[in-house]
């Protein structure tokens, strides 16, 4: 921490330099001043490609509405009250400002006045002007009471040099902007920083901040109070919002809905504002702008009536609970309050809901001890047709109460997601979720493998629309205390689109998982490699094999910490399809005696050291012909520590897999025809072509890999299986012998010894047994029998291959 004085006997640009760097050591931002009258700046957090909700101190738009990503140089003067707008005071300089970007176009939250515009006849330091923004009020006063004194907050007596009242500085946070004004309020001898940033989670939300900081002199009470004017609209005129506001539900805050049915043509549009943020307010009502002076007032019953009495937000009195709208149920209409006669509007002098709303939080006392206090709300805000996706991450521990996590302990994993954008609908296309080192995953609806999840739940998720729920079961495994020291971090990632739009974005949660490190700290892992295939690799947790391949298992225990293994009992089972190698069990490279008999395999342990990796080794043989998964966990049991802890069976962190493939079957033939008939006949000296009259036996093959190959038939007249009768060809001269009738272009191929395809474009696939038989059947086949043959019996023979096709 940085050393700051503890007293400030006058206040100077030195002392307010202090002041903001003790403030640095609390906000977390590194920060640089802003010097020489500074404009202010403009911070973005997207909420599609044409709309942000942007923040700033001070204005940020021309006077036809276009946003302006500074310009405004008025946030470092004193602020001071002006002239009334619609009747309300206001107070200008360094006023707070929230607003929704829509193409480039000033879509309003905060109400400004007609003139808040930077440009000739502009008063940028009228923005939010009918804001008071962060007050402090002591003693028994109301915010109304004391609205221009306690604005002291925002306000100096004296410029420190004349024209500077305040110092304004721009940082970084989260990898967005972030804005700071620092002053001094003289009325309690206090120093201030106002503080501008985007919510981390990248939410459409701006956290606004107050740090207070007693320098030392006394010690001041108060209570901090934040008023604002809402207008939900992209006028520039400088009209009233009339929509109502409602109660979020659980004292958390309040939200505004607009319709689009207002004085111009805008889109519906909402805000909120809630106290889930450190330092978070603690009470809150909605209003109405009846009464400019007093913040603490809801508002009036009708135009002509006195102000409301209750409810109040006043000074914090515990004698009449004047606590606002806190304890008002989820979605209660703040502009209505009932009475004896029943349910009235809230209105202004006009008949109007000019809303507004206020916060409070508690007293305070700052002593020089404890010398610095901080207040903050979130404020979001959406227009319609658009999402905005949270997802939170929550574990709940099924198995331990001491409200820890240990190893062997089963957890419950909840993603909940919501939409908060509005009258928007939120499509998921994918979660996934790869579990860190120590977890296993037990259970899950999302497809998954191994420790990951990754699919998609066909869920689609509206603003009105509960929470979707994803819940996952996990078990706490041996390698936990191992992974960073037991500090595992889960995280989901949920990538999806809005409905009607293809832009896809990804959002994501994490939950810690401080796993406890336990006296007998140990890792258990099992592994495999293929010895046959590749005898000099590495072991890993799964391996492919294939029948009469050598398989190698290798399992390591290696223990830390304070405690040891004295004895243990390793128990193991080969899964089917395997079958163990005899002579071939280890522990750290000696021969053990197999205390189990077949695929079986145990021995004592006995004591094994710690840090130390401790391997047994054993060979299998793959016995499986077909295709096989086989998975193996090995086992210790019957386990004493050199403390005596009592400790459960350990089962291997993941099981070592042998995924045995059947191997592919040989391209070959299961059969081929046994005799084509041709009939016989009289030749009265003439040459005939005879076709075949049977063909017996079938043409079968078996073709082992999935791809092309063809079948071919070749006949070679002059070779010496030509056909003959006792020695005679049937065929002398060189003419064509037998001719096939290649089957898809139903062409008749004369037969040489070059092999002829019996289907031109041959075959595609793996088969085992394919039937060709109707390619060579009846009537494929034609014989020539020239004039003049002698009488006889003609026998011959045909060559038949398989081969695949070259590509």
Sequence with gaps: MTNHPTEVQAV???????????????????WTEQTTTPPNQVGKIPINNTVSLDYTFGSARNMSGKVLTGGDTTITQQSVAGSPDNGIPTIVNSKMNVFIENNGKYYSIIHQPKDAYIGTGGNPGDASGTSIDYALLTGSSNPGSTFTSSMNLLMNSTAFDGKTAKLFYTGQYNNRPAFRLVGYYGKQNLFYELLLRAAPDGAPVVQRELYVYNSGRGTPQFQTFFGEDTDLT???????????????????????KSS???????????????????GGFKDF?????????????????NASSSDITNPKLGFEDLSNNNNGDTANGKDQ?????????????VVDGNSKQNTAYSLRWPNVTLSPQNNIAHFSSN???????????????????????DGLNHVGDNLTITFTLKNNGYNSKWVIDRILDSLPQGLTLTSSVIASSGNTIDGNPNESISDSDAAYQLTIGAKINSSAPSNNGGKLVNTGYFTGHTAGDTDTKTISASANIPVQVPKFNYRFQNFVRNETTDPNGDFTSKATAKKDNIIDYKVDFNSTGSDSLKNSYFYDVLPNGLELVPNSFTLNGSSITNSESGNNLGFMTGALNNNTDNIINFKAKVTSPTALTAPNTAQLTHITTSQTESVPTINAEEPAIVDIQTEPAATSFNEVPSNIDFGSINSLDLERILPNKSTTGKLRVTHGSDTQFGVNVSYDNNGSNSIANNGQKL???????????????????????????????GFSGSYTDLDLTKYVGSDKWKLRVPAATKAGQYNGQITWSIADTPQ
């Design 12 to 30: 100077s640009l030195s002392d307010l330099r202090d002041a903001a760097d003790y403030f640095a050591d609390y906000d977390g931002i590194k």
């Design 285 to 301: 009502m909605g209003r109405v702008i009846s009464n400019g002076t007093d913040w603490s007032v809801k508002g009036k019953q």
């Design 234 to 256: 992209s006028a520039t005129d400088g009209q009233v919002d009339n929509v109502p506001i409602y109660a979020i539900g659980g004292g958390k805050g309040l939200y505004i």
């Design 333 to 345: 209409n703040l502009l209505k309050v009932e009475s004896s006669s029943g349910f009235y509007n």
């Design 731 to 761: 065929v002398q001269d060189n003419g064509d012998s037998l001719l096939f009738n290649q089957a898809d272009t139903n062409n008749w191929a004369a037969l040489s010894p070059e092999e002829t395809p019996i289907k031109t474009d």
């Design 260 to 278: 689009n049915a207002t004085q111009i043509a805008d889109p519906a549009s909402k805000l909120y504002i809630d106290n889930n943020i450190d």
């Design 379 to 401: 404020l979001g805000a959406m227009l319609s047709g658009l999402t905005d996706p949270a997802v939170t991450e929550s574990v709940n521990n099924e198995t331990s109460t």
